[in-house]
């Protein structure tokens, strides 16, 4: 069954460092979806990705914050000067197109700040 | 007013109960309607989908969404162990804001 991948698993960084996330999506989905849950929170939307732009952002997704598809396949957070406060779960998730709406997502990627 | 209102509980239960779970919402604008379960530090998993009002089953679960009253529910039948998990609804529009919006998740337990 096709599913969304992510790497890593787990990061672990020092505060002001520049860390990547990366993402596989279900081949074939056309919108692309980072997520982020803080532990014991509820899972946040960050940003949506149509058509090799940024659709959609939430307030939570400031400059520090950018995403890129660089080939036809991965997709990617980039966090530019990570924050105590940037410590969570980060989803991928991707959906198929305009009128599907299921949204599949994937294990995550677990960020620490130190 | 959250977007989207769910009981955090925990809600436990003895194995094979019939189990019921609530969201409400306030934006009028959803239309799309998912149920996602989730294990700890695991990523959300879509259990059930479903696209205005009415019911949908498949197995042991039933959705159901009442636009009217903006009231979200899933049932599991026959709960088992394995269906301990944090169940999360999330909803989104086919307008304006499009992204999934979640609940904050209700934490199942079934006990053998």
């Known amino acids: 069954e096709p599913e969304v991948t992510q790497t890593p698993s787990h990061q672990v960084t020092q505060m002001g460092q520049e860390v990547i996330l990366r993402c596989v999506p279900i081949?074939?989905?056309?919108?692309f979806y980072w997520y982020r849950q803080i532990l014991g929170q509820k899972v946040e939307f960050l940003v949506s990705?149509?058509?090799?732009?940024?659709?959609?952002k939430s307030e939570i997704f400031d400059d520090q914050f950018s995403v890129e598809r660089p080939d036809g396949s991965n997709f990617t957070l980039k966090i530019r000067s990570t924050k105590l406060e940037d410590s969570a779960m980060y989803f991928c998730?991707?959906?198929?197109?305009?009128?599907?709406?299921?949204?599949?997502f994937g294990e995550g990627s677990r960020l620490t700040v130190l | 007013q959250k977007e989207v209102e769910q009981d955090p509980g925990p809600l436990s239960v003895p194995e094979g109960a019939i189990v019921s779970l609530n969201c409400t919402y306030s934006?009028?604008?959803?239309?799309?309607f998912m149920w996602y379960r989730q294990y700890s530090r695991k990523g959300p998993e879509l259990l059930m989908y479903?696209?205005?009002?009415g019911n949908k089953e498949d197995g042991r679960f039933t959705a159901q969404v009442d636009k009217s009253s903006k009231y979200i529910s899933l049932f599991i039948r026959d709960s088992q162990p394995s269906d301990s998990a944090t169940y999360l609804c999330?909803?989104?529009?086919?307008?304006?804001?499009?992204?999934?919006?979640f609940g904050s998740g209700t934490r199942l337990q079934v006990q053998p």
């Open positions: 479903t696209y205005s009002s």
């Open positions: 081949s074939n989905h056309l919108y």
């Open positions: 998730a991707s959906r198929g197109g305009q009128n599907t709406g299921e949204l599949f």
């Open positions: 934006n009028s604008a959803f239309q799309y």
């Open positions: 990705f149509y058509n090799n732009e940024i659709s959609e």
């Open positions: 999330a909803a989104r529009g086919d307008t304006g804001r499009r992204a999934l919006t």
